[in-house]
C-alpha cells in the first residue's frame, strides 16, 4: 500500500531547484497565486516573513514530489499529512487545486505571521527526556506540547521568553539536546485561538469552492 505523507513546514529552502515542466508550473503557480518567486526566494508583490515563505516554499515542493509520483504510476492508497501538509494533502486528494493550495497557505501565513507584531514566539525542540518530564517542564514555564514525535523527541511552543526559559530546564534535567526555532505565532497552542476566527473566515472561502465544484 502507498501513502502520501505530507510534513510541515520546512526549516530552510534548498538553493537548487528542479528545472523541468512541472516544477515551471508550480513555480508559476507560486508567484501568481502566493506572491512568492521560488528561484529567488523574493515576494512579487508585498512582502511578508521568511516564515511564511517557507512554507509556500514547502507546500510547492510537496506539490512538485506528489507530481512526480503520480508521473511514475505511483498512486496513494493513504493521505497522511501533518501541520502545513495539510495543504497539499488537500491538493493531492483532489479536494483543492495546487494553485488554491499555494494561495490559502499563503494567506493563512499571512494571517498568523500578523501575531508576531504584539508578540514574540519560538518552537523549543527537545531530545532524550521522557514525556512525563517534557510535560513538567511545559507547565514549569507557561508553554504547551506542540508535537510528541517519539518517546524521546518533542517539540514545545509559546513566547519566546518562555520557551528560552524551558531550554535551560530541559538541559538542566538532563536533555540530550535542545534547540530553539523563531516562529511567527504560538503554532499548535491555545494561544492561537486569538486569529481563531480570521483563520475560520479564510479556511470558509475555500470550503465554498470546494462544494461549488
Known amino acids: 500500500m502507498n501513502c502520501f505523507m505530507f510534513p510541515g513546514q520546512p526549516l530552510s529552502h534548498s538553493g537548487a531547484l528542479p528545472d523541468d515542466s512541472d516544477f515551471q508550473h508550480i513555480a508559476r503557480q507560486a508567484r501568481e497565486r502566493a506572491g512568492l518567486s521560488l528561484h529567488d526566494f523574493s515576494w512579487t508583490g508585498q512582502p511578508v516573513t521568511d516564515s511564511v515563505a517557507l512554507q509556500v516554499y514547502g507546500v510547492a515542493m510537496s506539490l512538485y514530489r506528489s507530481r512526480m509520483l503520480l508521473r511514475d504510476g505511483i498512486r496513494p492508497r493513504l493521505i497522511a499529512e501533518h501541520s502545513m501538509g495539510i495543504y497539499p494533502a488537500l491538493a493531492a486528494s483532489g479536494a483543492m487545486a495546487e494553485g488554491d493550495a499555494l494561495e490559502l ?8 505571521s500578523l501575531m508576531s507584531e504584539t508578540g514574540e514566539y519560538a518552537l523549543g525542540c527537545i531530545v532524550g527526556l521522557t514525556a512525563e518530564t517534557v510535560l513538567s517542564i511545559a507547565e514549569n514555564n507557561d508553554v504547551f506540547m506542540a508535537n510528541h514525535n517519539t518517546s524521546r523527541h518533542f517539540l514545545l511552543s509559546g513566547e519566546r521568553g518562555n520557551i528560552e526559559c524551558m531550554e535551560a530546564e530541559a538541559l538542566a534535567c538532563g536533555a540530550f539536546s535542545v534547540k530553539l526555532f523563531p516562529c511567527d505565532a504560538p503554532l499548535h497552542t491555545p ?22 465544484k
Open 105 to 112: 497557505t499563503a494567506r493563512i501565513g499571512r494571517c498568523m
Open 191 to 212: 494561544l492561537m485561538e486569538s486569529i481563531s476566527a480570521r483563520l475560520r473566515e479564510i479556511i470558509a472561502e475555500y470550503m465554498s469552492i470546494g462544494i461549488e
